[in-house]
């Protein structure tokens, strides 16, 4: 062999090296609140998925693709972070069509009648845009939610572009959490499993429709791009409204997005109308006024599911391979649950 | 564009590609053009062309003299060199040294009642200015003193004058020194670049790894001298010496592994200082190009001159043969000092603090020497032994600390004196033991990684100070050198200072 190729393999070799440490230490040093959830994504076959849900925490406590499997025999799945600000919403829609060709998505609305501003924090975003998959889009997606929560970056967004120049600096919080990943159950983090619940009551739970409906002009300007891309490309979208409780500020904003949906002609699911076909048991399937324990999660579930099922028309396109992974994903899923439970 | 930027990355990345795929010939061309570049983004059009001019002046200069010297010129070759040194010593005073002169104006004219219109300036001055003025100076001389040729090629001339990597932070270069490499268009070769990079992830380590987080207890402790008093002082002027060696030094890393990098060979600019067992022979080690600059440039010519031979003489038939000697070497080094303190800044606390301060020190070790001989022998110190050396070094190290301070007084003179009473109005080195150093706002984390990394830099340059490491890094098997590379490469990219979680690393002396 030649010196020059001697050198060119030593160069390379070396460079592997350091991007597999590289890499080893950035998903030890990645604090990441919603990593699992859009890892899970990513690893999905193309064209599998035939419903995607894209929410707040409220989708990631509330939904268990895996029993909505179970119960319907669809593939749902679920791209949830602790917040969505608005302008994320459009672009994971780009994100999820890249691989998969859903025949509904699903909204939650919880997060996008949020205004933009001091509403929005940077980790709000972050927690979207860390777990997106380098490219165009996910540029265009920081770019778009720093302008929207009016966050200014003195390095051009480049911290958001490579966040492992944020991440480094965690060092000092690694703990073995960070070492030892917590499993993902096509979406449903079980970490999130707790069987301690607030008691709470019917009436104390959803939205004041009789709030006076407020949207700021910012949220109708990336209402309207969100809807011309749905438009443009023919997607099919339900909006969701979770079940939770909505402060009377809350309100007002879900008022006023709530009328500008029906106006375009968008169907809203309204949860906190379907408790009594829930069979919601108020001392127990809530963990706080905002998320639902293990319990109610798999109640919402199933009925959201029916719903889903029975409204639109799901196309069967999972081969018996796929069928067969998702079976032993939720044998995993539930032993993994009994075990946690014991 | 910083030196440890991402732009700055592409920026190196962008000229080595464009440098390797050129021709020999032409591989100068590249790089004069990426420090055009270089210079173009970072300031603006005024400066660019305010360090135009003084490079043009330069040129033209050197080519007139080369001529004067062919005897076709009216003017002489001195007029000439006279004429460009003061243009470039007035541009670079005037540019960023102005308010010197101007303050005690504004004292006096106020002292005397005279309301005038005269207003501190407050002006950008082009960047380097202090760096490449010095260097055109140097080159000026050269061909004056016909120690180098004229450079006849005005691009080649902008190179030498704006060579991007030395250009914010130095080493000071000597175009008789560098001539030869600089035009040469070598190759990059697998020992430059490899050698190269080693340099460049050290010097890294160094400022930002080290300099950001011990820069935080100084800027804790001289945020607010009047509450932190006696060893407190102590320890933050100690530790704006390791600042600032790391910061500068690990600068100077990264300028010299750039160059190595393009088979550029640059004059070391440290010399593992604090093996120093003198303030002289610590000067000697620190910030080395600004110290021959000024012996060669300065000190050396003065000496030559014909008022400090009478200096001399008249030194001699009043006190002695011996003060014949020292009364012009001493003058001549009280003015080098001043030069060095005025240097680094026109305010008294820098010429103070980078100068005179040491000027005395040495002056005075140099007049004492036979008396501390003396003593030694009195007291049966073995002036050879380990255990003497190390006394010297670390005596050398506290001396230097303490003037240094003055450096880091960015509020003044005043305020520096202060700082040494705050320091000797109490004694309390129990500080040192019971906890207290882990309040100057560092979390105990960050006090046990800048333990373990000033350890590193410790044992590197004790290693360094016998043999190159670099050397010796290549002397050991291929495992064990990757193995401490990437442990280094991983030591800065998780515990470097950089990104919005830290303030982005600057470099102190840039702003020179």
Avoid at chain 1, 196 to 216: F, Q, V
Avoid at chain 1, 261 to 279: P, Q, T, V
Avoid at chain 1, 311 to 320: D, E, F, I, P, Q
Avoid at chain 2, 261 to 269: D, V
């Amino acid at each position: 062999m030649g010196e020059t190729k001697k050198k060119c393999i030593k160069i390379i070799a070396f460079c592997l090296i350091a991007l597999m440490i590289f890499t080893l230490v950035f998903r030890i040093l990645w604090i990441s609140y919603s990593s699992g959830s859009y890892r899970e994504f990513y690893k999905e076959k193309d064209n599998t998925a035939n419903v995607v849900l894209i929410g707040t925490s409220t989708i990631r406590r509330d939904w268990i693709s895996l029993e909505a499997w179970r119960e319907t025999g669809y593939n749902y799945f679920a791209m949830c972070s602790v917040a969505q600000p608005l302008p994320l919403i459009k672009y994971l829609m780009i994100e999820s069509e890249k691989t998969q060709s859903p025949d509904l998505y699903v909204i939650d609305l919880r997060s996008m009648s949020l205004p933009g501003g001091s509403y929005v924090k940077s980790g709000d975003i972050r927690r979207v845009t860390d777990n997106m998959k380098i490219s165009a889009n996910r540029k265009a997606a920081i770019d778009d939610s720093l302008k929207f929560a009016g966050i200014k970056t003195s390095n051009g967004n480049r911290d958001y572009y490579f966040s492992f120049m944020y991440y480094h600096s965690m060092w000092k919080n690694i703990s073995l959490s960070n070492i030892t990943r917590s499993s993902v159950y096509k979406g449903y983090c079980l970490d999130s499993v707790q069987t301690t619940s607030t008691a709470t009551t019917a009436s104390a739970m959803g939205w004041d429709h009789n709030a006076t409906p407020t949207m700021p002009a910012i949220n109708k300007k990336y209402f309207d791009e969100l809807l011309s891309y749905i438009n443009s490309h023919k997607l099919k979208v339900l909006f969701l409204i979770p079940p939770m409780q909505f402060s009377e500020e809350d309100s007002g904003r879900l008022a006023a997005t709530v009328d500008y949906l029906k106006a375009k002609g968008y169907n809203i699911y309204d949860a906190n109308d379907h408790y009594a076909e829930m069979n919601i048991d108020f001392s127990k399937d809530f963990r706080n006024v905002h998320h639902m324990s293990q319990w109610g999660a798999q109640k919402f579930t199933k009925v959201f599911a029916k719903y889903i099922t029975a409204h639109y028309n799901l196309t069967k396109h999972v081969n018996a391979s796929e069928t067969a992974q998702w079976n032993k994903a939720y044998a995993d899923y539930e032993s993994a649950l009994k075990s946690r439970l014991k | 564009m910083s030196l440890i930027s991402f732009e700055f990355l592409i920026f190196i990345c962008i000229t080595a590609a464009a440098y390797q795929v050129c021709t020999k010939k032409y591989r100068w061309i590249v790089l004069m053009f990426a420090s055009v570049i270089f210079v173009c983004c970072a300031q603006s059009i005024l400066l660019t062309l305010l360090m135009a001019l003084q490079i043009t002046v330069t040129y033209a200069a050197g080519v007139a003299i080369a001529r004067s010297r062919e005897r076709q010129l009216i003017v002489s070759g001195k007029t000439i060199m006279l004429l460009a040194v003061l243009f470039n010593i007035g541009a670079m005073i005037a540019l960023k040294d102005i308010n010197f002169f101007i303050r005690p104006l504004i004292l006096l004219l106020k002292s005397c009642g005279i309301a005038t219109g005269v207003h501190v300036v407050h002006a950008d001055a082009p960047m380097g200015i202090s760096y490449y003025s010095l260097i055109m100076i140097s080159y000026i001389l050269d061909v004056y003193w016909n120690v180098t040729n004229a450079q006849k090629n005005a691009g080649r001339m902008i190179l030498f004058s704006a060579f991007f990597p030395v250009l914010t932070s130095g080493p000071f270069i000597r175009y008789r020194d560098i001539e030869s490499s600089m035009y040469a268009g070598n190759r990059i070769t697998y020992l430059n670049l490899t050698q190269g990079l080693q340099r460049v992830l050290w010097g890294m380590f160094k400022s930002m790894v080290i300099s950001g987080r011990i820069g935080t207890i100084v800027d804790t402790v001289y945020a607010n001298p009047a509450s932190f008093l006696g060893f407190y002082q102590f320890i933050a002027y100690m530790a704006f010496v390791i600042q600032l060696y790391t910061n500068f030094s690990g600068c100077i890393d990264i300028i010299m592994g750039i160059c190595q990098i393009f088979g550029i060979e640059m004059p070391e600019n440290f010399n593992s200082p604090f093996f120093s067992t003198s303030i002289a022979e610590f000067w000697r080690r620190w910030h080395v190009t600004l110290g021959l600059w000024l012996k060669d440039y300065v000190l050396y010519p003065l000496l030559k001159s014909k008022a400090f031979r009478k200096i001399g003489k008249t030194a001699k038939a009043k006190y002695g043969k011996k003060w014949g000697k020292q009364a012009p070497l001493f003058t001549g080094l009280m003015i080098s000092w001043f030069l060095i303190g005025f240097w680094h800044g026109g305010s008294w606390n820098y010429i103070w603090g980078c100068g005179i301060y040491y000027g005395i020190l040495i002056i005075m070790g140099q007049l004492l020497e036979p008396q501390f001989v003396k003593i030694n022998s009195r007291l049966k110190i073995n002036r050879d032994s380990r255990g003497w050396k190390t006394f010297q070094r670390i005596r050398t190290f506290i001396i230097f600390s303490w003037g240094l301070s003055f450096f880091r007084s960015y509020d003044g003179l005043i305020a520096g004196i202060r700082r040494w009473g705050y320091a000797l109005s109490t004694f309390n080195p129990q500080i040192i033991f019971n906890g207290s150093l882990l309040k100057l706002g560092l979390e105990p984390t960050d006090v046990a990684l800048l333990v373990v990394s000033l350890v590193i830099l410790l044992v590197v340059d004790t290693l360094q100070f016998k043999k190159p490491v670099i050397e010796r890094l290549s002397e050991l098997s291929l495992p064990a050198r990757w193995t401490i590379l990437l442990a280094l490469l991983f030591f800065v990219i998780i515990f470097g200072q950089y990104g919005t979680a830290y303030n982005a690393a600057s470099f102190i002396y840039e702003k020179f």
